[in-house]
């Protein structure tokens, strides 16, 4: 009797490794139910545009934070490039097509991540820290300082954007077609993602992410890696700043500030990083929570979320997916191909 | 002539500024250069204490000198609790773990003191004799600042004699520098942490203290000025006293200048100037390298 012949894609671990990419059964619905919302919340969709963007914003966070394991406070460095880039065009009437500014917007912000990701990531731990929150911070100052071009602190508003496909206007007051134009850039963006972290580039990061050294040793440009991905996540931030310059038809200062860099860290953290998904959880919770508790009692908010972070912090440092993903291995029992 | 003592007043100006930077920064800085913790709750502790001052002084009429000293020790106490419960926890957790930490410490902060006392900016009543100008022989400047930089000179004088001349300051510095070897030794790690902690919080409840007349005194103080904490003692070197003097001088004297005579965009040159230092010695102006 002979052995029967096992395959390297008998092994239960390369068998999961195999599959891992595959596209999962409830992996729709997070989209059906973003489609379902347009037609059942109607008077929300100015809320619900605000919520996608945060999402594409995480993601790109997610990037650079959940898979590389960069530590930056200047996230919103590149969402600021993005949003001025689209704001001086609109004004300036240069260009207000809104696809073509967004992949502007995307360029601009990619250039900033390029050139600041080429110096600051030769550093890492606190002198990493420092600089991606000095880089943020010069970036903002230099926006008040020009204000010919930017508005200064004021910012510009009513910015014309010219119509998606020259049809579907934007209408600040009924956002319909902003949350269909923001549902399906973020629908692209996170299939670029998706598909960036599951190939051998992804597999990569997460090795640096796990063990720098290890890398080098086996001979990953563990640089050049960590520079690409901080160059990809500033053009995913930079379409969503881009993007909420559209939808919004206004850039402000905020957009660059420490507020917005570390409430996006805040979201991505409280979701859980390095998953994807992370981004929608986190940014759904935060959302719903600060669009109800924020405005009635600001104070109150601001302990439950400081509490909320020390918690996150001290005892579920992979946040509500973490403990979902904690409690179904508890309940299901193991199998043996996962 | 005139522009003589242009340039003494800015100098003056300048070092008094710096003077409370450094009493701010130095604990921050001796805290990360110890167990490599991103404390951005320092900030918070500077502005805890800075209120318990002012309302020590003004519920209870306490003077100034008291007052401080009351806020230093309420201040270091309080730090001292929160280190042993909370902070120990996350010495080996990783760089995010203790950032979202302490941003979720200093948002509580901020809450409470304006639940509890109000988000309105809270006055800091200076005693007589420290205000007014004084006669310096060149030229006529403002008492407090003077004061400040002869209190600044006392207290760098104090730490440096402190770390550099007893048992405990060798131990921080052994420490600082190599810490394994330092347990090795039989240096109790995890207590000499959290008095170096406690007395780091002290300070900066001082500094809170003492800076409230020219930096304000309101919930925000906590994040405000947390950049520029975070740049005196990333510039001064992590763990080195004199460091951190040498660069929160630099700093103060700088963004005085800049910001007399180039109101627009003196602080961009200050972040510009951190990037291109740290990126030039990552380690900071004044500080070694460490493993």
């Given at each position: 009797?002979t052995?029967?012949v096992?395959?390297?894609?008998?092994?239960?671990?390369?068998?999961?490794?195999?599959?891992r990419?595959?596209?999962?059964?409830?992996?729709?619905?997070?989209?059906?139910l973003?489609?379902?919302?347009?037609?059942?919340?109607?008077?929300?969709l100015?809320?619900?545009?605000?919520?996608?963007?945060?999402?594409?914003?995480?993601?790109?966070?997610?990037?650079?934070?959940?898979?590389?394991?960069?530590?930056?406070?200047g996230?919103?460095?590149?969402?600021?490039?993005?949003?001025?880039?689209?704001?001086?065009?609109?004004?300036?009437?240069?260009w207000?097509?809104?696809i073509?500014?967004?992949?502007l917007?995307?360029?601009v912000?990619?250039?900033?991540?390029?050139?600041?990701?080429?110096?600051?990531?030769?550093?890492?731990?606190l002198?990493?820290?420092?600089?991606?929150l000095?880089?943020m911070?010069?970036?903002?100052?230099?926006a008040n300082?020009?204000?010919?071009?930017?508005?200064?602190?004021?910012?510009?508003?009513?910015?014309?954007?010219?119509?998606?496909?020259?049809?579907f206007?934007?209408?600040?007051?009924?956002?319909?077609?902003?949350?269909?134009?923001?549902?399906?850039?973020?629908?692209?963006?996170?299939?670029f993602?998706?598909?960036l972290?599951?190939?051998?580039?992804?597999?990569?990061?997460?090795g640096?992410?796990?063990?720098t050294?290890?890398m080098h040793?086996?001979?990953?440009?563990?640089?050049?890696?960590?520079?690409l991905?901080y160059?990809?996540s500033?053009?995913?931030?930079?379409?969503?700043?881009?993007?909420?310059?559209?939808?919004?038809?206004?850039?402000?200062?905020?957009?660059?500030?420490?507020?917005?860099?570390?409430?996006?860290?805040?979201?991505?953290?409280l979701?859980?990083?390095?998953?994807?998904?992370?981004?929608?959880?986190?940014?759904i919770a935060y959302?719903?929570?600060?669009?109800?508790?924020?405005?009635?009692?600001?104070?109150?908010?601001?302990?439950?979320?400081?509490?909320?972070?020390?918690?996150?912090?001290?005892?579920?440092s992979?946040?509500?997916?973490?403990?979902?993903?904690?409690?179904?291995?508890?309940?299901?029992?193991?199998r043996?191909?996962? | 002539?005139?522009?003589?003592?242009?340039?003494?007043?800015?100098?003056?100006?300048?070092?008094?500024?710096?003077?409370?930077?450094?009493?701010?920064?130095?604990?921050?800085?001796?805290?990360?250069?110890?167990?490599g913790?991103?404390?951005?709750?320092?900030g918070?502790f500077?502005?805890?204490?800075?209120?318990?001052?002012a309302?020590?002084?003004?519920q209870w009429?306490?003077?100034?000198?008291?007052?401080?000293?009351?806020g230093?020790?309420?201040?270091?106490?309080?730090?001292?609790?929160?280190?042993?419960?909370l902070?120990?926890?996350?010495?080996?957790?990783?760089?995010?773990?203790?950032?979202?930490?302490?941003?979720?410490?200093v948002?509580m902060?901020?809450?409470?003191?304006?639940v509890?006392?109000?988000?309105?900016?809270q006055?800091?009543?200076?005693?007589?004799?420290l205000?007014?100008q004084i006669?310096?022989?060149?030229?006529?400047?403002?008492?407090?600042?003077?004061?400040?930089?002869?209190?600044?000179?006392?207290?760098?004088?104090?730490?440096?004699?402190v770390?550099?001349?007893t048992?405990?300051?060798?131990?921080i510095r052994?420490?600082?520098?190599n810490?394994?070897?330092?347990?090795?030794?039989?240096?109790?790690?995890?207590?000499?942490?959290?008095?170096?902690?406690?007395?780091?919080?002290?300070?900066?409840?001082?500094?809170?203290?003492?800076?409230?007349?020219?930096?304000?005194?309101?919930?925000?103080?906590a994040l405000?000025?947390?950049?520029?904490?975070?740049?005196?003692?990333?510039?001064?070197?992590?763990?080195?006293?004199?460091?951190?003097?040498?660069?929160?001088?630099?700093?103060?004297?700088?963004?005085?200048a800049?910001?007399?005579?180039?109101?627009?965009?003196?602080?961009?040159?200050i972040?510009a100037?951190?990037?291109?230092?740290?990126?030039?010695?990552?380690?900071?102006?004044?500080?070694?390298k460490?493993?």
């Amino acid at each position: 009797m002979t052995p029967p012949v096992v395959g390297w894609t008998d092994h239960p671990a390369a068998v999961a490794l195999a599959a891992r990419h595959r596209l999962r059964a409830w992996e729709p619905i997070p989209w059906v139910l973003a489609l379902a919302f347009y037609f059942a919340f109607p008077k929300y969709l100015g809320f619900g545009t605000e919520l996608l963007i945060t999402i594409l914003f995480a993601l790109s966070l997610d990037l650079v934070l959940g898979y590389a394991g960069i530590v930056t406070l200047g996230q919103a460095a590149f969402f600021g490039a993005g949003a001025y880039t689209v704001g001086i065009l609109a004004k300036r009437g240069i260009w207000n097509e809104p696809i073509t500014g967004l992949i502007l917007a995307a360029a601009v912000a990619a250039a900033v991540g390029l050139g600041s990701g080429l110096v600051l990531l030769r550093t890492g731990g606190l002198t990493l820290l420092m600089l991606t929150l000095c880089t943020m911070a010069l970036l903002e100052e230099a926006a008040n300082l020009a204000h010919d071009y930017t508005g200064g602190f004021d910012g510009l508003d009513s910015l014309a954007i010219a119509p998606v496909f020259g049809v579907f206007e934007f209408n600040p007051l009924y956002p319909k077609t902003q949350y269909l134009y923001v549902l399906a850039v973020l629908l692209v963006c996170f299939a670029f993602v998706r598909t960036l972290v599951y190939s051998p580039f992804g597999q990569s990061l997460r090795g640096i992410r796990e063990n720098t050294l290890r890398m080098h040793a086996v001979g990953a440009p563990v640089r050049r890696r960590l520079v690409l991905s901080y160059t990809l996540s500033a053009a995913i931030a930079g379409v969503a700043g881009g993007i909420w310059a559209q939808a919004n038809a206004y850039v402000n200062l905020g957009t660059l500030g420490l507020d917005r860099a570390a409430t996006v860290l805040i979201i991505l953290v409280l979701g859980g990083h390095g998953r994807l998904y992370g981004a929608f959880v986190g940014a759904i919770a935060y959302m719903v929570l600060s669009h109800f508790l924020s405005k009635i009692y600001p104070t109150a908010w601001q302990l439950g979320l400081g509490l909320l972070l020390v918690v996150i912090a001290l005892f579920a440092s992979n946040g509500i997916l973490g403990i979902a993903e904690a409690a179904a291995r508890r309940l299901r029992p193991p199998r043996a191909a996962s | 002539m005139i522009f003589g003592v242009d340039v003494a007043s800015m100098v003056l100006g300048g070092v008094a500024a710096g003077m409370v930077l450094f009493i701010v920064s130095v604990g921050l800085s001796v805290t990360m250069g110890l167990m490599g913790f991103v404390n951005l709750a320092h900030g918070g502790f500077a502005m805890l204490g800075g209120y318990a001052i002012a309302l020590a002084m003004k519920q209870w009429g306490l003077g100034f000198g008291p007052a401080l000293l009351f806020g230093f020790v309420v201040t270091a106490a309080g730090s001292a609790v929160l280190e042993r419960l909370l902070y120990s926890r996350l010495y080996r957790a990783p760089e995010l773990d203790q950032v979202l930490f302490t941003i979720g410490l200093v948002f509580m902060m901020i809450a409470s003191v304006t639940v509890l006392v109000g988000p309105e900016n809270q006055p800091l009543m200076l005693p007589p004799f420290l205000r007014g100008q004084i006669n310096l022989g060149i030229t006529q400047y403002r008492t407090y600042s003077v004061a400040l930089i002869a209190v600044g000179i006392l207290i760098v004088s104090g730490l440096w004699l402190v770390f550099e001349r007893t048992r405990t300051g060798a131990q921080i510095r052994a420490a600082v520098d190599n810490r394994r070897m330092a347990e090795s030794l039989g240096i109790n790690i995890g207590r000499l942490f959290t008095l170096t902690f406690a007395f780091g919080s002290g300070m900066a409840a001082l500094g809170g203290g003492l800076g409230a007349e020219f930096l304000g005194l309101d919930p925000q103080y906590a994040l405000k000025y947390l950049v520029y904490f975070l740049i005196v003692v990333a510039v001064g070197g992590l763990g080195r006293v004199t460091g951190v003097f040498y660069a929160a001088l630099l700093i103060g004297v700088l963004d005085f200048a800049l910001k007399k005579y180039v109101p627009q965009g003196g602080t961009a040159f200050i972040y510009a100037l951190t990037i291109l230092l740290l990126l030039w010695r990552p380690q900071g102006l004044f500080g070694t390298k460490t493993t």
